[in-house]
């Protein structure tokens, strides 16, 4: 099992970055497979970037494309996700997401491909 605290979050202005982090527990963060997810009020979850155990793969979501970078240190059991030229579009609680595979290969991009979840953290982009 493990546990997934994300930090980073906060209001910044159009066309400001912010980088989330996650931090997991356990030993074994080599293992799982890591996703960033955001939910705006009344909207469905929505996968915004992942990246597979061994961070050969990555993917984005059409609307973060060229704006959001997905990378991890394994070493120090954290997941970044760097969000460059915000938009308020993007105002959201992001969550860090996870999921045990022996694939080294593969990345998940529906919320029902992790099994451990964060708390979320709030990003909000105004003026």
């Known amino acids: 099992q493990v546990q997934l605290v994300e930090s980073g979050g906060g209001l910044v202005q159009p066309g400001g970055s912010l980088r989330l982090s996650c931090a997991a527990s356990?030993?074994?963060?080599?293992?799982?497979?890591m996703g960033w997810f955001r939910q705006a009020p009344g909207k469905e979850r929505e996968c915004v970037a992942a990246i597979s155990r061994s961070a050969i793969r990555t993917y984005f979501g059409d609307p973060v494309k060229g704006r959001f970078t997905i990378s991890r240190d394994n070493a120090k059991n954290t997941v970044y996700l760097q969000m460059n030229s915000l938009e308020p579009e993007d105002t959201a609680v992001y969550y860090c997401a996870a999921h045990r595979t022996l694939n080294s290969g593969t990345v998940g991009t529906k919320p029902d491909e992790y099994t451990y979840w964060g708390q979320g953290t709030q990003v909000t982009v105004s003026s």
């Open positions: 356990g030993r074994t963060f080599s293992s799982y497979r």
